[in-house]
């Protein structure tokens, strides 16, 4: 019996889709047959990310890929992004939540801007596009929310982070009940140690530190990722929803 997952048909955003995490998900999504829409924040630097990835995307298949700028920190800059969705496209099946910033501080040493910004960015984010992705999402729609292992433990330095990250589960487990009676699914994916430009950053003594945690003594890879992301989009997760898939290599903290 095959399992291939087919989304051609199907219209999938992703939010922060410009580099890491994201674009491995836009990528394995195109890959599947869907058409991806690649939203970043419309930065000079994630702009050129975006539409070069939709580019590369576009040449395999032409017409499978568009970049699109919104600020997911921006209530009104979603709404119209998810207008321009439903215009263009007729609606949207899948909606991914990535988007997500670190200012990473002790609780003494972090400033409120430093609490908000990431507030904004990874919890409100993810309001935002799943309150206004929601009105366009046709029904039988999936929405998949990046959170993290920091969120499970609580990480040292990464209170902003943290809260934020244990919210979109708990934002999760309430979409998956209002949006039920639509056959409509709402998950989270937990991350633990990726593989990312974002991780490079994290200092080698921690990542030493990191590395003793996970059972299986490697980083994660975007992909490994992305493929829990493409499962929770695929019929074969049709009685899946308002859970937490932790892709951590068995790091229990």
Not at 50 to 79: I, K, Q, T, Y
Request: charge should be neutral; charged fraction near 20%.
């Amino acid at each position: 019996m095959s399992h291939t997952i087919d989304l051609s048909g199907k219209i999938a955003l992703i939010t922060g889709a410009s580099q890491g995490i994201g674009a491995r998900i836009a990528r394995t999504f195109h890959a599947a047959g869907a058409t991806v829409i690649l939203n970043h924040p419309g930065a000079p630097g994630t702009m050129a990310d975006a539409s070069a990835l939709a580019d590369e995307a576009n040449r395999a298949r032409p017409g499978g890929a568009h970049a699109m700028a919104a600020d997911v920190s921006d209530a009104e800059a979603v709404r119209r992004m998810m207008q321009t969705v439903k215009a263009e496209f007729g609606g949207l099946d899948f909606l991914l939540n990535n988007a997500a910033i670190l200012r990473d501080r002790t609780m003494a040493k972090m400033s409120l801007e430093e609490w908000r910004a990431v507030i904004d960015v990874n919890l409100s984010g993810v309001f935002h596009c799943s309150k206004f992705g929601l009105e366009i999402m046709r029904d039988g729609g999936a929405i998949v929310s990046l959170a993290s292992i920091a969120g499970i433990l609580g990480s040292y330095g990464q209170a902003n982070y943290a809260a934020a990250k244990s919210g979109v589960q708990a934002l999760m487990r309430v979409a998956s009940r209002e949006a039920a009676r639509r056959g409509i699914r709402a998950n989270a994916i937990a991350p633990g140690v990726i593989d990312t430009a974002m991780t490079a950053t994290i200092p080698e003594n921690i990542r030493e530190e990191m590395m003793r945690n996970i059972p299986m003594g490697r980083l994660g890879t975007a992909s490994e990722v992305a493929e829990v992301a493409l499962f929770l989009c695929s019929p074969m997760a049709s009685y899946v929803t308002g859970q937490t898939i932790e892709v951590n290599g068995g790091w229990r903290g």
